[in-house]
């Protein structure tokens, strides 16, 4: 007997989405960054972002009232609390337990080939990543007046591109997540800033950067970079480990390379003030030998920060 024929499998290479789950309030919105889709909410979207506050209802960016596009299977699961108080509101978006949950079996409502959001209701928003004409991409609206979307044309590692915007997500839901290096630091500022999204980068920075000891281990080399961006997200903490190694070396310091005349002027001051302070000591009879060792910083308060 000749041996059975086999079937190909079909096999789905989708990636499962990642769902942003809040006590009360049931995801409707979709995001879909280069092939990874996040379900999240549009009221923490608004409360954290300025850009989706304005453009999430904008006339031209018009709620999709249909169904929603294509939806995969299992979701990524991961579990964080948040205890931010604030108004009812924001507080049921931020409230403890909060996480990144698997949808059962009876989330999702199947129409054929389309998929909709929770309890059979279509997503209200569903935005998808499209490249500009200089290569960059940015998330749109996902509608035909928007195409093509151009996604094959980017030249970027879509990967890592996918990974920070979603550490950016957690950053506005207030979530544990940690950075890698300064260059994705950078990154994640840059993409926090076209998304109006700094301070909730700036509130959750502290807790990632003791997750993140590569990242905090190269704060003295490139501490020019992380200076500026520092004054840029009005993160006090890494404004000050900053600025620490740009002061230095004394007879050369780093400072000096500031386009920025505010910052350059900031970095100034406390190495004159530094400076002051080594001058008293040798005054006072200390030796070269004497001051090795010493850590000399100067004062610098929150209303200096600029």
Known sequence: MAPPILKKQKIDNSMPPIVFSTPGLKPDTRLTVFEQEFQVHSLVLKLHSAFFRKFLDSPDKAPNNGIAGPANGSANTNTSSSTNAGTAIAAAANSAPSTLSKPSSTDFTSFGTFGVASIGQPFKYDWITKIDEEGKWHLVCRSSKNKPYKIPSFAGDTDQETAEFEKLLCAIYNRSYSIANVDEFLSLVEMADYYCALPSLSQTLYSSMLRSPSFVGEIRHRSLDLFVAAAKVRNALLFREALIWI????????????????????????????????????????????????????????????
Do not use: W
Not at 250 to 260: A, K, S
Not at 283 to 305: M, P, R, V, W, Y
């Open 247 to 306: 002061v230095g070396p004394y007879n050369d310091p780093e400072f000096q390379q500031l386009e920025d005349r505010s910052l350059r002027s900031i970095a100034k001051s406390v190495h004159g003030e530094l400076s002051t302070r080594v001058l008293d000591m040798y005054d006072a009879g200390a030796s070269k030998n004497d001051l090795e060792g010493h850590f000399l910083c100067a004062t610098i308060e929150d209303q200096d920060l600029p």
